[in-house]
């Protein structure tokens, strides 16, 4: 199926061009002394608090970033983003659970980061896992080691890590890596910098360690159109871009050909409110335009596409989630996050993690079209049917369809009449979600770590509180 673009060829480049006048004229502030010594090794110039970029070290550095990432789960399961194929993996960082049985929510807490990677490692369509929940049982210094640590045991799926901000949890993750295998294999790492065009000393001696490590890298800036960005969805791609591209050039410096997952997560603000809206049907063109980018410098793209400002699993989740993952995937991203996301990101829930599943199932088949070849059109089929019996329900070629999906088959929508659907309780999509999920905590098993890896685990964190944890 071909791919819907938003943008013209001149459109992308204009943005690339505007990207390019922001890093060498307007300036991204920076002011961590080991990387500006970098920089303005490779010809940066810095002014005041500000580092420019010349034109031509980003173009090198585009051209030098590795393009594609291979990341092992210690079941051995490998995927490959950028192989033309459309992953999903879930949102990362909830504070919040919404429990969509009692329609409560309440804060996360350890339990939920096991629970919620056990509830993704059983559903076929969440490819990649990334710890779900910040739990508020733990010191916010160990926070993102934690939610790495308790996922770690809970899927034999690949497991991205959770995003850093400092140098030292960096370190920390790649030892945890370890315990499974090669770092450089089973292990990705994001981090934000701060919009506009900003990233702070601990942000960029964290970009240091990740590149000397050699661990493929995600850029996550998340500008808000119109508070922290340009109104414009074209304006703030052009902002994103150059928050991007500013962090890979580091990495690049540091390590030529480090792995580069091209990420965006512009959303735009709520005029009447000043909240970031991730539920408009703009979300959904700007990660378009992010995949349209990203893709026109090689780079394999993860947007959000499962994004709602809901606050509960109702009308407005379904339409706002729906749109905002079939557009970006119609434009060709290479993964969409946000499996499970709720209230902008604030919030998540495992009957809504069920639901997404299905949805994935459903953007997947959209995605692949459909064929009009001979053998599909079937017309010496019409011509045997009302030469024969009149009914194509016998017919082989029906059922090699069937067999391919040219029909989805759901396991959650309602597709009975209103007798059968009275007679069997009338259940819902929600409420089949939610009894999922419970069947998913009772009954599925994930083969656990070796006590040998559980004990160093434990000993990482030991010594990840020591060196982290202020003294109360």
Known sequence: MGQLNFLSEDDVKRIHNATLRILNEVGYVWTHKESLEILTGAGCKIKGNRVYFPPELVEDSIQKAGKRTTIRGRGGMTKTLGDGNLYFHNLGGARDIYDAKTGNHRIAQLQDVRDSTRVLDALENCNTITPFFTPQDVPGELMSLAMYRHALPFTTKPLQGPGVQYGPETKFAVQMAEVIG?????????????????????EAEAVIEIARAGIAFGALPCPTAGATGPMTISGSI????????????????????LPIIYCGRLAMMEPRMGSSVWGGVELGLASAGTVQLGHHYGFTVNVYGFSTNA???????????GLNAAIPALAGADELSGIGEMEAGVMGSYAQMVLDNELASSILRLRRGFSADEDALGVDIIAAVMDGSRNFLG???????????????????ERNSWETWERKGKQ?????????????LREHQVEPLEPQQEQELDKIMEAAEKELVKKR
């Open 182 to 202: 090669n770092p450089k294999e089973v292990l990705t790492l994001a981090l934000s910098p701060v919009s506009p065009l900003t990233i702070p000393d601990h």
């Open 238 to 257: 052009a902002q994103q871009n150059a928050e991007t591209l500013a962090v890979v050039i580091l990495a690049q410096l540091v390590n030529p050909g």
């Open 428 to 440: 819902g999509m929600v409420e089949r979600a939610i009894d999922e999920a419970e069947k998913i």
């Open 395 to 413: 017919q082989k070629h029906t059922m090699k369809y069937l067999k391919a999906g040219e029909v989805q088959l759901t396991k959650l929508a």
């Open 311 to 321: 606050h509960t699993i109702d009308a407005q989740d379904g339409f706002e989630r």
